[in-house]
C-alpha cells in the first residue's frame, strides 16, 4: 500500500523565518512527485518534482526531491502571512490502469505577525 | 470557464438520502479525479476517468458510491443512501491527460454534510 508521511504536521512561524517542510513516500512504480497549497477548500499546484537533486523555484519556494531516500522538502523563505496554508505533498505512480497521486495529510503552516 | 467548477458548493441531507455532486472540468482536459477530504485528514483518492476507457474506480469505499462522466465533459458523483461519515469534502480535478507527469487543477470542492 502506497504510504505518504509528512512533518512536521503543524507549524507556526512569526514572519520573515525560513521553514522546511518534509516529505517521505513508498509508492510502487513513482514517477513523480506534486507539492500543492491548500487554502480554504481547493488546493493549488506549486511544483512537480519528477529528477532528484534538481531544486525547483518559485519565488520564495523552493523544493527538491531524493528518489534514492525516497523523501522532498518544499522550503519557503522570508515567511508571509499569506504563506499560512495547509501543505500537501502527493507523489504519483504510473504504469497500467493505477496512475494516481497519493496524498499526505499536510503540513498545516500558520505564519504570525 | 477558466477553471474547474464543481455544484453544489455546499450540500446539506439526511441520512439515507440520495445525493448527486457536479463537476465541470476545464474544456479540453481528458482525465477527470474525484478525492475526498473529511475534516482534518488528506485527500482520498476516489476515482477517476481517462477520455473513453474504463474509470479507475479502485477508490470508491463501497458500492453506495458511483460515478459518471459523459464524455470528457461533465461528471457527477453520486452517493446513494448516505451516513454520517459520508460528510466531507468532496473535490474533483481535471488534469489535459491522464498520467503522473500532468499537473491536476481542481475545482473549489462541495462540501458534504449528513445530519
Known amino acids: 500500500e502506497d504510504k505518504v508521511v509528512q512533518s512536521p504536521l503543524s507549524l507556526v512561524v512569526h514572519e520573515g523565518d525560513t521553514v522546511t517542510l518534509n516529505c517521505s513516500y513508498e509508492v510502487t512504480n513513482f514517477r513523480s512527485l506534486l507539492w500543492y497549497k491548500q487554502e480554504k477548500k481547493a488546493p493549488t499546484f506549486l511544483f512537480m518534482l519528477t529528477s532528484s537533486g534538481i531544486e525547483k523555484k518559485s519565488g520564495r519556494l523552493s523544493s527538491i526531491l531524493d528518489k534514492k531516500e525516497l523523501f522532498s522538502i518544499l522550503n519557503i523563505t522570508a515567511t508571509q502571512t499569506g504563506d499560512s496554508a495547509i501543505y500537501l505533498c502527493a507523489p504519483a505512480r504510473g504504469g497500467g490502469t493505477a496512475s494516481k497521486l497519493t496524498f499526505g495529510t499536510g503540513t498545516r503552516l500558520q505564519v504570525t505577525l | 470557464g477558466a477553471g474547474v467548477s464543481q455544484s453544489p458548493s455546499n450540500k446539506v441531507t439526511e441520512k439515507g438520502k440520495d445525493v448527486e455532486l457536479r463537476c465541470d472540468p476545464i474544456?479540453?482536459?481528458?482525465?477527470l479525479y474525484w478525492y475526498r477530504q473529511r475534516l482534518g485528514q488528506g485527500l482520498e483518492f476516489l476515482i477517476y476517468?481517462?477520455?473513453?476507457?474504463?474509470?479507475?474506480k479502485s477508490g470508491l469505499p463501497s458500492d453506495r458510491f458511483s460515478a459518471e462522466r459523459t464524455g470528457e465533459s461533465v461528471s457527477t458523483l453520486t452517493i446513494q443512501r448516505t451516513q454520517q461519515e459520508d460528510s466531507a469534502v468532496y473535490l474533483c480535478a481535471s488534469s489535459l491527460v491522464w498520467g503522473p507527469h500532468n499537473e491536476q487543477f481542481f475545482g473549489p470542492g462541495t462540501r458534504l454534510t449528513v445530519l
Open positions: 474544456s479540453g482536459h481528458t482525465a
Open positions: 476517468f481517462q477520455g473513453n476507457s474504463a474509470p479507475d
